[in-house]
């Protein structure tokens, strides 16, 4: 797979949910079993509001051709899906979500090692 690709795939998936947490919250919520008070709401809002742009960042990147900005936007990478995998096993181990939690940790473990993978090599980059 090339890099163009991976930020293809990676950025539309994040748009995709980011306007679902954005738009349509309690619908995003009901799927991981999270109540759907106003607060939780609200945070899913909020949770969206990140996501979105960050997608768009990625999905807007998939043609860039300078090596600093591929880096710096794959280290970013490492940073967010770490802690996404994290924060959702995190939440299904401990009951916070239902078992689609467990689909969270899968998307954000592969968009890592898809980074990981682009990041140590400067050829697999160009």
Same mark, same amino acid.
């Given at each position: 797979?090339? =890099?163009?690709?991976?930020?293809?795939?990676?950025?539309?998936?994040?748009?995709?949910?980011?306007?679902?947490?954005? !738009?349509?919250?309690?619908?995003?919520?009901?799927?991981?079993?999270?109540?759907?008070?106003?607060?939780?709401?609200?945070? #899913?809002? $909020?949770?969206? #509001?990140?996501?979105?742009?960050?997608?768009?960042?990625?999905? =807007?990147?998939?043609?860039?051709?300078?090596?600093?900005?591929?880096?710096?936007?794959?280290?970013?990478?490492?940073?967010? $899906?770490?802690?996404?995998?994290?924060?959702?096993?995190?939440?299904?181990?401990?009951? !916070?979500?239902?078992?689609?939690?467990?689909?969270?940790?899968?998307? $954000?473990? =592969?968009?890592?090692?898809?980074?990981? $993978?682009?990041?140590?090599?400067?050829?697999?980059?160009?």
């Amino acid at each position: 797979m090339k =890099l163009g690709t991976f930020f293809a795939i990676t950025g539309l998936i994040g748009v995709l949910f980011g306007l679902q947490f954005l !738009l349509v919250p309690g619908f995003a919520l009901k799927q991981y079993a999270i109540p759907t008070d106003p607060h939780s709401l609200m945070q #899913a809002r $909020y949770f969206g #509001a990140t996501l979105l742009p960050y997608g768009l960042l990625v999905w =807007l990147a998939r043609r860039t051709r300078d090596d600093g900005a591929l880096r710096a936007i794959l280290q970013a990478n490492v940073v967010a $899906y770490s802690l996404g995998c994290v924060i959702s096993g995190w939440a299904a181990v401990t009951g !916070l979500q239902n078992q689609m939690a467990w689909s969270s940790v899968v998307i $954000y473990g =592969l968009f890592l090692l898809g980074s990981l $993978y682009f990041l140590s090599s400067p050829t697999r980059r160009a």
